[in-house]
């Protein structure tokens, strides 16, 4: 069940009668072991092997990082070898030999004292030793974690002990009538006292001190090795304490005799002492494990693959995140065909009646038995089915066994039996991040790293979020905190999240009033993964100019690759790819006015989208033999409000000015001319005014009707990149090379510098919002934001970075900024976000002079 099947009601979610996640106080972080590196065993069941239908331990291995601080090793496992020709004497030896194996395992030991040479090769002091098994493999691995808790781990170099160390551990078995190969010797010699001795000495000579595995995650151990159920291995029935964590996943519809499970205390449930878990899952012995349906890519991520996972990352695994979403399991009936003549013969195996008790009477296809202290995963409550109530239900015999037509009344009235699945439960979600005073932050840490693996976690939290808000009682702080955590853990938004408004996430974290520095670190996280800039990209150049257009739901950029690009914000997507490196917005909102460097404009109309295309030393569409207009390339247009006028901007020195009439765009004059390139040109909000920017290191202001000559402004040291009127038209920004942003004062004759501010690199461009605020921007990727209200103010919004700005522009409203960047991409930001807990940071004073 994927989490857009989820069922729960958000709007009324409460914790839950019982949390299944390792606390704090039974984590394997508090059993000493380190994170230094990992070493990973994998061993697969019987007659499995890589395929078209892979199991949980290819899954498993298959998602497991591998690097120097987490090694990996991988075994088919029982009755599995590479094919010779089917023609070859090698090929029937193999066919005959496989099921021989299949029969009375003579390949158990090898497959044992392989794994463990690799372990007793790779281990290092400080290490983690996880151990994965189906099956029979499964059955191995707790052989290997006996051995080591009984004859201990060999230094790496001693090779030629392991056969002797597997052989004195088998021996100190109960029994003498082991039915394993290779337990000859002195088992047969050695009083049991003896044998023990002889192992602790062992482990206290050859061994390395202080080794005990971290982790056992067993699917479906069998309880007989070959055919004949036998006397259990050391240490593999006694309750697995020796290891910090065991995790046991067991079959509830597998009925055949020959493959009985062998629990963590043999024939009875577990103890209330070690780390023991033991969970019941819907289907056969092969559905829990794996290998029953095809599963090439192994992608199929099951309910039992799912939970191990989550317990073993818990425990400090390290795993690749599953992609997609979980792929549906369909329950299968195993006891078939052959199968059942094993189930009347007298085959020796457990009787569940006591931890060793066996029995020789015939099975007769009896189902399984849920013990005390096991769990029924939620997943299986959650299965629909073959009854007509629309739900499954179980083949095993469950104590206290309910009524599966509700599957609210099971949920009720198993709730101390149910693990519940912590990829679909967002109950389980909540309370395991629930905010309490015993977790260790690194356990914390690790459950987190799980969250953002969820498929529609996000989607999930996020309405939740809203529903919290919307409570008539007020937020539960708990939750409300539970949530900041929790999405927090992500760090990107996830590929298969639900389109989410920005702005609406972005209201309900401020919302929050918890000013503790956790939760407000928290928020910040939140804002940085979710409300990030929307990253538009398709320029090969640096972005120099950029707008919002269509009430903002449009960016257009221009670029110095001969571009002009039409974006939809919400999408991120291209809408238009215009020639041309400048632009302004017309009238109407529906046409683009596009001007490139070999002075051709070009206007675009969305409405037909069709281009019209004009010759700027002419202004009409046919050239004519008198020139008029610019000499050089085009550097910067602006349109004014109005609408009927463009200026422009060139590299001959000149800013020139245009008609918009009609369909036409016809050059009227020359408004003036810097002593050299002119960078930039705006209008003042009543378009009485034309400002511009120069590489004479000055800033003219130009009167649009008679053209008077005005002094420059002076200050800057270097080239002047940009300059923007304020909305109200009281003051005017400019940005230079000299690293300087400076605010004129346009209301006085004198139009003095009132206010100065500095960033570390270049300033190539200012912008000027509705709201009387500015933004700067510079070469290092920084961004100040000064609010004219606040005048003695200037604030660091974006932190350097490796992309440079080139170009800003504020939305309509005033909320949004977009930013052209060096690297040829525009980023929409939320000013809002960039602005939460930055701090304000003086701004300097300038005298008449416009000096500092």
Not at 177 to 186: A, F
Not at 194 to 200: A, T, Y
Not at 279 to 286: C, E, I, L, R
Not at 343 to 367: A, C, D, F, M, Q
């Amino acid at each position: 069940m994927s989490f857009h099947q989820n069922s729960h009601n958000l709007s009324s979610l409460a914790p839950p009668h019982e949390t299944t996640t390792i606390t704090a106080t039974d984590a394997p972080d508090h059993c000493g072991c380190n994170d230094k590196r990992n070493l990973v065993v994998c061993i697969d069941g019987t007659a499995n092997q890589f395929g078209l239908k892979n199991t949980n331990v290819v899954e498993l291995y298959n998602r497991l990082e591998k690097n120097a601080t987490q090694l990996t090793y991988y075994n088919s496992g029982i009755g599995t070898y590479a094919k010779e020709s089917w023609m070859s004497p090698k090929y029937m030896k193999q066919v005959f030999g496989h099921k021989v194996d299949m029969a009375i395992a003579w390949n158990f030991k090898r497959i044992v004292l392989s794994a463990y040479q690799w372990l007793s090769e790779n281990y290092e002091d400080g290490g983690r030793i996880f151990l994965f098994g189906f099956s029979r493999g499964a059955y191995q691995v707790r052989v290997i974690a006996g051995m080591i808790e009984k004859v201990g781990l060999l230094y790496k170099g001693n090779n030629d002990q392991i056969a002797f160390a597997y052989e004195l551990y088998t021996s100190s078995t109960t029994s003498t009538k082991r039915s394993v190969p290779g337990t000859e010797g002195l088992q047969r010699k050695k009083s049991q006292s003896n044998q023990e001795d002889l192992c602790k000495y062992f482990k206290d000579t050859l061994s390395r001190p202080h080794v005990k595995v971290h982790f056992v995650g067993a699917w479906d151990t069998v309880s007989s090795i070959g055919i004949v159920k036998g006397p259990s291995l050391p240490e593999t029935t006694t309750g697995m304490k020796h290891v910090c964590a065991f995790r046991h996943a067991l079959a509830l519809d597998e009925r055949r005799v020959k493959f009985l499970p062998e629990y963590a205390n043999g024939g009875v449930g577990p103890s209330s002492e070690g780390n023991i878990r033991e969970v019941w899952f819907a289907g056969s012995h092969s559905d829990i494990g794996g290998g029953n349906t095809e599963n090439l890519k192994s992608d199929h991520f099951g309910p039992a693959l799912r939970w191990m996972s989550h317990q073993a990352i818990d425990c400090g695994l390290k795993m690749q995140p599953h992609r997609g979403d979980f792929k549906s399991m369909k329950p299968r009936e195993s006891l078939t065909g052959l199968w059942k003549l094993l189930e009347v013969l007298p085959i020796r195996r457990l009787s569940y009646e006591g931890k060793n008790n066996t029995t020789h009477w015939p099975h007769y296809g009896r189902t399984r038995q849920v013990q005390p202290g096991q769990k029924i995963h939620e997943s299986v409550i959650d299965l629909k089915g073959r009854k007509s109530s629309g739900y499954y239900e179980p083949k095993a015999h469950i104590p206290n066994q309910v009524s599966w037509e509700s599957k609210i009344g099971v949920k009720k009235e198993m709730h101390n039996m149910i693990e519940e699945d912590v990829y679909t439960s967002l109950t389980t979600i909540l309370s395991d991040y629930r905010p309490r005073s015993n977790v260790n932050e690194t356990h914390l840490d690790k459950g987190l790293q799980e969250l953002v693996k969820f498929p529609g976690a996000f989607d999930l939290l996020f309405h939740f979020l809203q529903a919290e808000y919307e409570k008539k009682m007020g937020q539960r702080k708990h939750i409300m905190t539970s949530l900041m955590t929790a999405l927090a853990a992500f760090t990107q938004p996830p590929q298969n999240a639900e389109t989410y408004p920005k702005a609406k996430l972005r209201e309900l974290i401020c919302k929050m009033d918890d000013q503790t520095t956790e939760v407000q670190n928290d928020i910040r996280k939140i804002l940085d993964t979710f409300c990030g800039p929307t990253v538009l990209e398709g320029h090969k150049q640096p972005v120099h100019s950029v707008s919002f257009w269509q009430n903002s739901t449009h960016v257009v950029s221009g670029s110095r690759d001969g571009f002009i690009q039409v974006w939809d914000v919400e999408t991120g997507k291209k809408v238009k790819k215009l020639d041309g490196h400048m632009f302004v917005l017309l009238k109407g909102d529906t046409r683009i006015l596009c001007c490139s460097e070999n002075m051709e404009i070009r206007v675009w109309d969305k409405k037909v989208d069709h281009v019209d295309t004009w010759d700027s030393h002419t202004g009409t569409v046919d050239p004519v033999n008198e020139p008029k207009g610019h000499l050089k390339s085009v550097l910067s247009v602006a349109l004014s409000p109005d609408g009927t006028l463009i200026a422009s901007a060139s590299k001959d020195s000149s800013i020139g000015l245009w008609e918009v009439k009609d369909d036409e765009v016809n050059y009227l004059r020359e408004v003036g001319k810097h002593a050299g390139p002119v960078y930039t040109v705006t209008f003042s909000p009543d378009g009485t005014q034309i400002a511009s920017g120069s590489n004479d290191q000055t800033v003219r202001v130009w009167n649009t009707i008679n053209n008077p000559t005005m002094s420059p402004l002076k200050g800057h040291m270097l080239a002047v990149w940009s300059v923007a009127f304020s909305s109200d038209g009281q003051w005017m920004v400019s940005s230079s090379n000299d690293k300087s942003v400076r605010v004129w004062d346009m209301s006085s004759t004198k139009m003095t510098v009132k206010r100065f501010w500095k960033h570390d690199t270049e300033v190539y461009a200012v912008a000027c919002s509705s709201q009387q605020t500015c933004i700067s921007g510079s070469k290092d990727g920084v961004i100040y934001f000064w609010d004219s209200q606040k005048e003695n103010e200037v604030m660091q919004v974006h932190p350097k970075d490796e992309y440079g700005i080139s170009s800003l522009a504020f939305s309509q409203d005033g909320e949004s900024i977009a930013v052209g960047c060096q690297d040829g991409k525009v980023r929409v930001w939320d000013l809002k976000t960039l602005l939460f807990q930055k701090t304000p940071q003086p701004v300097s004073l300038a005298d008449s002079n416009g000096t500092t």
